[in-house]
């Protein structure tokens, strides 16, 4: 009994002594953390030394289906800015973090949490209001896959970098230089360099935004200039593709694909035989060529049914693998990268 | 008996009134998000097929214990205790919001055949500098992380042997206070004290009449600390200690009651203490497949209480004298998702490694251990139902000799309503 009594005291003691030294040198920097890799690479490309920025999920599993690991608690505590995708992604467990972290300052509502979901251009797949749990992970808000595509991706890195200027404005200045290199190298990644100097990204993303973006290149002849994401796409534009999970609408909006199917017969629910054979009949019917897959999805039901119809099976991950600067850019170019054979 | 049916009425009333709120329609762009101030509501039902090898239901066997005697369960309708056939263990009615900036709060109502009763009615502070958290009101303590699951919540049907022995069905769940404090460690440490009226049926037994000292509230205080390390990757691990003591009052009576020449009182106190891990590996794959959770615990317990009355005057020269109890237990249980969806796991318990006894006369009492061992085998359609089949077979130290005991559950869980938290 004694014992028990004695540890707790003495671990009590030591926790006061050895923390007062370990926090001192990290006031400097803002902390910033993120409960995906993408978001926390927008934050790293926008406050670059400014920030030390950490995410929550190592994007390698469904952030969805996360458990509130005490060591999140810790990452919240010391957070100045918590970013969150939002639209319910993180509902199981975003709360125990936020209450466990007992810091007041990132909890919802407040300017130390980011809700990135609600600054997109757009949200799709909003359920009207007959929708229940019968219609399996169904997003009350809509899907919140939003991040591969690169027009949500920029509105998002716009609206953060201003709620940056707003919690550090000593520092406006890098974080408005941040931004800028941030979309300069966005407009360059997602037309080609060639694009953006002809037609500069400003009125690139407006076509964008209002679906003329062909129009344009067709008006001013500018099809050799097309590159990046667009440009490899491109020869995709109008094909039919399948999904494991319905997380690839905003990309298949933004390159124009076309979503025949996906293996799960619901969000959420593991493909069964009977929704697969009718996935084969679908795809075997629209002439479908490539089944896409996240690498943490069985990649049994994906061969089964490229198998049967002839469509490759390719794996892309809808999270970024690294919360650096870098990390947005690799996830678009693995993505895109995953189309050529 | 009133206040329960108040309690339901008042249940029913506000499911009523949540129906007839006007439905979240949702907004296009623009005017989003909707808000609602309506408490987020949810409704667990749980429900169960029991089937056992003894002539009486497990509940009754752990009470012949020997040593760990004494679990009177009366007065306490709202127990987890299975019935042969079909059980309606438990629907549990869930309402959650923010008060305001500074507290959120959420109250829990388990409902079963017998009644309904208040589970849970807490205030939680969120706005409190330092790391310090304070929580009020009726809760489950988080003493371990056993304690404060609510049973829907388990990896197994049944509450392990220890707390269920110890504590009672429900575990300690009390009307109190619990301050925290999350430290600022660089990794996970969190402190917490709480100080609890002391009104367990089991553990902390209280009657503060007839012979028995009335002795004011609050009468138990629990101190705890939990630690994880900052692991990489999948893996996560979190250790807890704890220790508590509370005024513990035990009434013996006899065939007729308080006039029974044999009746006799007891008064003192009571101390538990001990530790529990859990391991937990997140493969990065989908639908719980080759997810692993480890868990163990130990909780012993020592109580020490004056035989302050006897009824039968031969027996006055004991008066003052004490009875001692020292008892402990230990389980350790892991689970294994081995295909989407589907998880198996395993689960070992010993009660009674430690199992004296010191009557007020001196003579002291070794008891053997008692052990059970359990499998369960479950599947989760999706994140909001889950049917389990378990199999339990146990060996207790009883009064009327070693019984060995089998128990099959056939368990079904359903979520309803707002989306349940993954907990750690």
Redesign the interface.
């Known amino acids: 009994m004694k014992i028990i009594l004695n540890t707790l005291l003495i671990v009590a003691l030591a926790v006061l002594t050895f923390s007062n030294g370990a926090r001192a040198g990290s006031q400097r920097t803002l902390n910033i953390v993120a409960t995906t890799p993408e978001l926390a690479s927008l934050a790293s490309a926008i406050a670059g030394e400014r920030a030390s920025v950490r995410s929550i999920t190592a994007g390698q599993e469904d952030p969805h289906f996360l458990n509130a690991r005490p060591t999140y608690m810790v990452m919240a505590r010391d957070a100045d800015l918590w970013i969150r995708m939002g639209l319910e992604l993180e509902v199981g467990w975003e709360p125990v973090i936020l209450d466990g972290s007992r810091n007041r300052s990132i909890r919802v509502g407040q300017r130390g949490h980011f809700d990135a979901g609600a600054f997109i251009p757009y949200v799709l797949e909003v359920p009207d209001a007959t929708a229940t749990r019968a219609m399996g992970d169904v997003h009350p808000s809509g899907n919140p896959h939003y991040m591969i595509d690169p027009y949500c991706a920029r509105a998002v890195a716009i609206a953060l970098a201003d709620r940056l200027i707003d919690l550090d404005p000593a520092h406006a200045d890098t974080y408005r230089d941040g931004l800028k290199s941030f979309l300069a190298r966005l407009d360059r990644a997602m037309f080609g360099a060639g694009l953006v100097e002809r037609f500069g990204g400003d009125r690139l993303w407006a076509a964008e935004a209002e679906g003329r973006l062909w129009e344009l290149i067709e008006e001013e002849g500018a099809e050799d200039d097309l590159g990046g994401w667009r440009g490899a796409m491109r020869p995709w534009k109008g094909k039919p593709i399948i999904t494991f999970h319905k997380s690839w609408s905003y990309f298949a909006k933004r390159f124009e694909l076309v979503l025949v199917a996906e293996l799960e017969p619901l969000p959420g629910v593991p493909p069964s035989p009977a929704h697969l054979a009718r996935v084969i009949d679908l795809a075997r019917a629209r002439d479908v060529s490539l089944i896409l897959k996240e690498p943490f999805y069985p990649v049994r039901p994906a061969r089964f049914v490229s198998r049967e119809t002839g469509a490759r099976v390719a794996v892309a991950n809808t999270f970024a693998a690294d919360a650096s600067a870098d990390g947005f850019f690799k996830l678009m170019d693995q993505i895109v990268g995953a189309f050529d054979e | 008996m009133k206040i329960r049916n108040l309690v339901f009425f008042g249940c029913i009333l506000s499911l009523l009134a949540a129906r007839s709120a006007p439905?979240?329609?949702?907004a296009?762009?623009g005017d989003?998000?909707?808000v609602s101030f309506n408490p987020n509501i949810s409704v667990v039902i749980d429900t169960a097929y029991y089937w056992h090898s003894s002539d009486e239901e497990l509940d009754h066997v752990l009470e012949e214990l020997r040593g760990f005697g004494h679990q009177h369960n009366d007065g306490n309708d709202h127990d987890h205790g299975f019935e042969s056939g079909f059980n309606l263990r438990e629907i549990e009615l869930i309402f959650e919001a923010d008060v305001d900036p500074y507290f959120?709060g959420w109250a829990i109502v388990g409902i079963d055949p017998a009644g309904a009763e208040l589970e849970e009615a807490v205030v939680?502070t969120?706005?409190?500098?330092w790391?310090?958290?304070v929580k009020l009101g009726k809760f489950f303590s988080d003493f371990s992380r056993l304690n404060a699951q609510h049973a829907h919540e388990w990896n197994f049907t049944d509450q392990t042997l220890i707390y269920q022995v110890l504590l009672g069905d429900q575990g300690l769940n009390e009307i109190g206070v619990q301050l925290s404090w999350?430290?600022?460690?660089?990794?996970?440490?969190?402190?917490g004290l709480e100080v609890l009226q002391g009104d367990n049926e089991v553990a902390f037994e209280y009657h503060g009449d007839g012979p028995l000292p009335e002795r004011d509230g609050p009468r138990l205080f629990l101190?705890w600390?939990?630690?994880?390390?900052?692991?990489t990757?999948?893996h996560?691990f979190?250790a807890g200690?704890?220790?508590g003591r509370g005024v513990r009052q035990e009434e013996h009576l006899g065939p007729e009651g308080h006039s029974d020449p044999g009746s006799h009182y007891l008064d003192g106190h009571q101390?538990i203490?001990g530790a529990d891990f859990v391991y937990?590996y997140?493969?990065?794959?989908?639908?719980?497949?080759g997810a692993f959770t480890l868990e163990g615990g130990y909780l012993g317990r020592?109580a020490d209480i004056e035989l302050t009355a006897h009824n039968n005057p031969a027996r006055h020269h004991l008066l003052g004298n004490s009875l001692v109890r020292e008892q402990d237990g230990l389980y350790l249980q892991g689970v294994y998702g081995f295909a989407?969806?589907w998880r198996f796991g395993l689960r070992g318990e010993t009660l009674g490694l430690t199992n004296r006894e010191k009557k007020p006369s001196g003579v002291e009492e070794k008891f053997d251990p008692s052990w059970r061992a359990s499998a369960m085998l479950d599947w989760s359609?999706?994140?909001?139902s889950r049917l389990r089949l378990q199999c339990n077979h146990g060996r207790y130290d009883t009064a009327e000799g070693k019984e060995n005991v089998s128990e099959v559950f056939v368990q079904a869980v359903f979520s309803?309503g707002a989306?349940?938290?993954?907990?750690?």
Do not use: D
Request: proline fraction near 15%; glycine fraction near 8%; aromatic fraction near 12%.
């Open positions: 439905a979240q329609v949702p296009g762009r989003r998000p909707v959120k939680l969120t706005a409190l500098p790391g310090l958290q999350l430290t600022p460690a660089p990794f996970f440490l969190l402190a101190g600390l939990k630690a994880a390390p900052n692991l990757g999948n996560a979190q200690l704890f220790a101390w203490w937990r997140t493969p990065p794959r989908a639908y719980g497949r020592r989407p969806r359609l999706t994140e909001f309803l989306h349940p938290v993954h907990r750690f």
